[in-house]
């Protein structure tokens, strides 16, 4: 069992019906060839999980590594040396000899990946209230990879707390009217390009702008428009932000000098322009 306090000896009791042919082991139940994780009100473990057959977690060393996966981009192999290095060479680490099975208790790269999908999961199922259910066979990585993909799915459909933006600006409500029924559809734009935070960028994909760009008598753009600036009312605004302008005292005047040493950007076709040269925005 691992845990923020280092590695620590622990038995896991398996119990079965013979009747149903139901497996109950500490986190999860087995049955008719799927596996099912307790939930709350089936009384789950609140502060440890299993996950792999002979190794559980902690929630409270899951959620660390968790979070330094998004916050530190830290790998799995990097977090399970950090966990080896720290307890493993100093900790007197329990072992299983004289059992049929060998295995050592130091911790690898594939268990902390699937600690930290599985509560990652766990975290998401019981935040909706689900029950989260696994193909009982297989490697632990080949049963998480489809239910990580429905979930996926779930974001895409259902959006999250981070998807709910909607504004005048972002967002436009139309009726479109089919096989006599009345529909509300929505065209949505993001406010990141995926690479930096704050760039505009239109959400459409290159057929839909392909079609918009022939309604309007122009040559198709070549692929997606990453700034389209006539999709909303700011356009103006954001072109004057790429303006050089002095911040040193002269009002905001233009000044001749920081021309050399500012890039200007195109607003309709995203080039900078510096110093006699010229390149793309990503």
Excluded at 112 to 127: G, P
Aim: glycine share 6%.
């Amino acid at each position: 069992m691992y845990d923020l306090d280092g590695i620590h000896l622990a038995e896991f009791h398996t119990w079965a019906c013979l009747d149903c042919k139901t497996y109950y082991r500490p986190s999860y139940y087995t049955h008719k060839k799927a596996r099912f994780y307790y939930s709350d009100n089936q009384r789950a473990d609140p502060q440890h999980f299993q996950v792999h057959c002979h190794f559980g977690m902690s929630y409270r060393l899951a959620r660390m590594f968790w979070q330094s996966q998004m916050l530190g981009h830290t790998s799995h192999f990097n977090l399970a040396n950090l966990f080896n290095v720290t307890h493993f060479n100093s900790q007197q680490v329990p072992t299983h000899a004289g059992t049929s099975h060998s295995f050592s208790p130091k911790m690898s790269p594939e268990l902390a990946r699937d600690a930290v999908d599985l509560f990652s999961l766990l975290r998401r199922c019981k935040r909706r209230g689900a029950i989260l259910q696994l193909n009982a066979h297989g490697q632990q990585e080949d049963r998480l990879l489809p239910t990580m993909a429905r979930e996926l799915h779930h974001v895409a459909n259902h959006g999250s707390k981070y998807r709910d933006h909607f504004c005048s600006y972002c967002v436009k409500v139309f009726e479109v009217e089919h096989g006599g029924n009345v529909a509300l559809k929505a065209i949505r734009a993001v406010v990141t390009d995926g690479l930096t935070i704050g760039h505009w960028r239109c959400s459409a994909s290159s057929v839909q702008l392909e079609e918009l760009a022939h309604r309007a008598n122009a040559p198709p753009p070549n692929g997606v428009v990453r700034r389209a600036t006539l999709h909303f009312p700011g356009g103006r605004k954001f072109k004057n932000l790429f303006e050089p302008r002095s911040h040193r005292g002269n009002g905001g005047l233009r000044n001749p000098q920081e021309e050399t040493l500012h890039p200007k950007i195109d607003a309709e076709s995203a080039w900078f322009q510096s110093a006699g040269r010229s390149f793309r925005s990503p």
